[in-house]
């Protein structure tokens, strides 16, 4: 039995593990690097295994650095079964097709800037196409259920556990036989924070003899939710007191929906007022959403009641979905008394550049900054303080109030690592998906276990 790292080593993004037991071959996950250039070259590399001989991938959920090289995984080879939940799915699909998208635009504008230097020939082509995200969805075999064991292949089963960290993800406990051996290995996904209204808490984690955990946040403690939400409602009532619009820059998947549900409840709180304007201008957020109202099952229990007696708890009076390139540009007109939520949450590309441009040199708005903004992203320059900024080649004062709400992660703390990893009590410890000096903090405190942080490509005999 072996086990292998070909992504999220010593960094955040890139997610892929590789299990090998009794003749089979088993991904978990197989996600996009992401930030910058350097980084993002890493995706075209080779994986470290051979795709065709992989024969199922477990996908513990659909954001883009868990998924995001399936339909490349796919172009080289691999024809076995892709595993997820039936939520993750659906999403996957959407932030596959999206990314894909992107990745075909961007080698068009590659191609172009070649063609102008007379370098047609050299210019590279996306990684994947549209295409090949489709082909994708073909792959995806069984679902699985919450707390189900499910028999993946002789001497492999995996229980997908609720991970807690966006709809539909999951923590994957495999428990793996080979000649007469037994072994348990625990794979933590993403872990979510707990305390949030929309989504139940991780699941305990049963006892394993290894563990992959995640270290997003593994040098950290966050900000408790109900002052976030208090800032939030705050940030609103005040700009539409001085008459004008609040931009939220905002990811498509979860965190959307989250301030959709928190907006609604302001208003049912009387917090905010009823005349508020909503608008969720992205495609991809407005999909995503008609995909959470799919699955309430998949709530906390408060929230699944919501939706059983009737009453969506992300759809406010007043809130418009504006898909249509025409119907965002008609937003530019409006002054004052709007919520406008677009991407993406970094101000890196799409609509919000638009709304920021609009928006920003009016000192009667406000900006605010909900999720987290890299260095040298737009978010980032407006978040430390730049006086004005270049949207679309134009130089941009920055007038309007700008707030940065740190309460609304949806990933676990150092504190929420800690206890969820004492539960499984495992005798050995991977470390992924963080940055070195958040594993490095974390390390000491895990107890009584054996630590590793794998390096790209490293194999451990389990
Ligand atoms: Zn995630």
């Avoid at 549209?130 to 994708?136: K, M, R, V």
């Avoid at 966006?166 to 923590?171: K, N, P, T, V």
Wanted: glycine share 8%; net charge negative; hydrophobic share 40%.
């Amino acid at each position: 039995m072996k086990l292998s790292f070909h992504g999220a080593d010593r960094g955040v993004t890139g997610s892929c593990h590789l299990v090998e037991c009794a003749g089979r071959r088993v991904l978990i996950d197989c996600g996009l690097y992401q930030g910058g250039r350097e980084i993002e070259e890493e995706n075209s590399a080779p994986f470290g295994f051979e795709p065709a001989q992989i024969d199922h991938v477990l996908l513990t959920h659909a954001h883009l650095d868990h998924c995001g090289r399936l339909p490349l995984l796919l172009k080289r080879g691999f024809r076995g079964e892709i595993v997820s939940t039936a939520p993750t799915r659906e999403l996957a699909r959407l932030v596959m097709l999206d990314a894909a998208h992107l990745q075909e635009e961007e080698a068009r504008h590659r191609a172009r800037w070649a063609a102008r230097r007379g370098k047609e020939n050299e210019a590279l082509g996306p990684l994947y196409s549209i295409l090949d995200a489709l082909n994708t969805q073909d792959a995806f075999g069984r679902s699985a259920a919450y707390g189900e064991a499910l028999q993946v292949a002789p001497g492999i089963r995996a229980t997908f556990l609720d991970a807690g960290h966006i709809l539909g993800s999951a923590s994957i406990l495999l428990e793996l036989e080979e000649g007469g051996e037994k072994r348990r290995v625990l794979f933590s996904g993403d872990l979510g924070n707990a305390g949030r209204p929309l989504l139940r808490n991780p699941a305990p984690a049963p006892h394993a003899d290894a563990v992959v955990m995640e270290t997003t946040y593994g040098d950290r403690l966050h900000k408790p939710l109900p002052p976030s939400v208090e800032e939030l409602y705050q940030a609103v009532a005040d700009t539409f007191e001085r008459g004008g619009n609040v931009i939220i820059p905002t990811f498509a998947l979860e965190r959307a929906q989250e301030l959709l549900f928190y907006l609604h409840a302001g208003i049912e709180q009387r917090r905010i007022s009823r005349s508020i304007q909503v608008f969720l201008d992205s495609p991809m957020a407005i999909s995503a959403t008609a995909i959470f109202e799919r699955y309430p099952a998949f709530y906390e229990a408060r929230t699944a009641e919501l939706f059983r007696a009737g009453r969506d708890p992300f759809h406010l009076p007043g809130l418009h979905f504006t898909r249509e390139t025409a119907e965002s540009v008609a937003i530019n007109r409006i002054v004052a008394g709007a919520v406008i939520m677009a991407g993406s949450g970094m101000c890196t590309g799409g609509r919000v550049r638009h709304h920021l441009k609009h928006n920003l040199a009016r000192e009667h708005c406000s900006v605010v900054f909900v999720g987290f903004a890299a260095q040298g992203t737009l978010a980032r320059h407006i978040i430390d303080g730049a006086k004005s900024v270049r949207i679309y080649g134009e130089e941009i004062a920055v007038r309007a109030r700008i707030y940065t709400i740190n309460g609304f992660s949806a990933h676990a703390d150092q504190a929420e690592l800690l206890a969820w990893h004492a539960q499984s009590a495992p005798a050995r410890t991977f470390l992924v998906h963080g940055d070195e000096d958040a594993m490095r903090a974390i390390a000491p405190r895990l107890g009584n276990t054996r630590v590793e942080m794998p390096s790209l490509n490293q194999q451990f005999e389990l």
